[in-house]
């Protein structure tokens, strides 16, 4: 439902353990402590999620690899920044991944396609509660889940999905939305998160508010906001459809996609933002919205390094990746 705009849904969930200080004041010692402690407590979960969920140390991690796993939105830049005392565990198929010792000791975080909130939450759910049998989570009555960062106080849920919006982005109309997203208690980034460039016209729509709201009414206002969000890119799809010029640039992406020697990872972005907005409006058929989807990620300069397994120049990335484009197309 309404995969031609939503991309995927996230659900993160920030947990401390109640007998540690928060990981701005742990020592390395203590970072790995608390590491041992969470690999212990799902190892001996006696759930399905013990025999799905692999340790990754990142220490023993190249720069191309460690990127790689932010440009699969598996962490975040921050948490690849500094590898002392840090851990990430994550499924087989990336659809949960846990972060350990970034800004908090626990990111239980979970990724599912197109638009999924509830099912997304749920597992998420299912997960925290499994850990808090074994970790026992600082938790207070009057404020929720404690957080290093006052910002997350509360129901520690960020709630997110992953938005392709070409033509609100095109008329501009994204600027006016930003605006006034933050009087609705959400905030819309760029395709990384905080700080982030929308590439490809990918915008991250999540909750702001934690404190004071629980999961449910968070959900159901990220939920409306997104339906309106979808609705309104739909309606300014359809009106520049109707333009010779608007056709015209998708078909010109296409073409170039197909053919070209070399092309940056910026450009290549752009070409197929464009190509899927012209599979979602019917205009393009022999290319399906799942390649395009596979593209955007398989595309990323770390990513190509992984695949090669050797470090590329910029030259050599640019060309790797038009192989790789024309091949999929």
């Known amino acids: 439902m309404n995969s031609d705009v939503v991309i995927s849904t996230r659900v993160r969930l920030a ?7 928060f990981p701005c004041k742990l020592n ?20 399905a999620l013990s025999g799905e969920i692999q340790f990754l140390d990142l220490s023993k991690m190249n720069d191309a690899q460690r990127t790689s796993l932010v440009e699969h939105h598996l962490v975040s830049p921050e948490f690849i920044s500094d590898t002392k005392g840090r851990a990430l565990l994550v499924t087989k198929d990336n659809k ?12 239980i975080q979970v990724i599912k396609e197109g638009f999924n909130l509830q099912e997304t939450y749920s597992t998420a759910d299912k997960v925290d509660t499994l850990l808090d049998e074994n970790l026992k989570f600082a938790f207070n009555k009057k404020l929720g889940y404690l957080t290093q960062c006052p ?11 992953m938005l392709h919006l ?11 939305i930003a ?15 905080e700080g982030s460039e929308p590439k490809g016209a990918m915008y991250q729509l999540s909750n702001q508010v934690t404190l004071g709201i629980s999961e449910k009414a968070a959900l159901e206002n990220l939920k409306n906001i997104t339906e309106q969000l979808v609705n ?30 070399s092309i940056s990872h910026d ?27 596979r593209l955007f990620t398989e595309i990323q300069p770390a990513a190509l390094m992984v695949k090669e397994n050797k470090r590329l120049s910029p030259e050599e990335r640019d060309k790797i990746r038009a192989e790789l484009i024309s091949a999929a197309l």
Do not use: W
Request: proline residues 2%; charged residues 30%; hydrophobic residues 40%.
């Open 267 to 293: 450009e290549a972005m752009k070409l197929l933002s464009n190509v899927r907005m012209g599979i979602a409006a019917g205009e393009i058929k022999e290319v399906s919205a799942e390649t395009v989807d």
């Open 96 to 107: 949960i991944s846990i972060m350990v010792n970034e800004e908090d000791h626990l990111r």
């Open 28 to 47: 390395e010692k203590g970072k790995q402590m608390v590491v041992d402690k969470v690999e212990t407590a799902i190892k001996e979960s006696n759930s």
């Open 151 to 161: 910002t997350n106080l509360g129901t520690g849920m960020r709630a997110s999905v």
């Open 232 to 261: 309104q890119e739909k309606i300014t799809r359809e009106r520049l459809f109707e333009s010779l010029e608007t056709k015209d640039a998708v078909f010109r992406s296409l073409g170039i996609l197909k053919y070209a020697k």
């Open 179 to 193: 605006g006034n997203l933050s009087k609705l208690g959400l905030t819309i980034r760029g395709i990384y998160g």
């Open 15 to 21: 947990r401390n353990l109640s007998d540690f200080p």
């Open 166 to 176: 070409p033509a609100l982005q095109r008329t501009r109309a994204i600027g006016r």
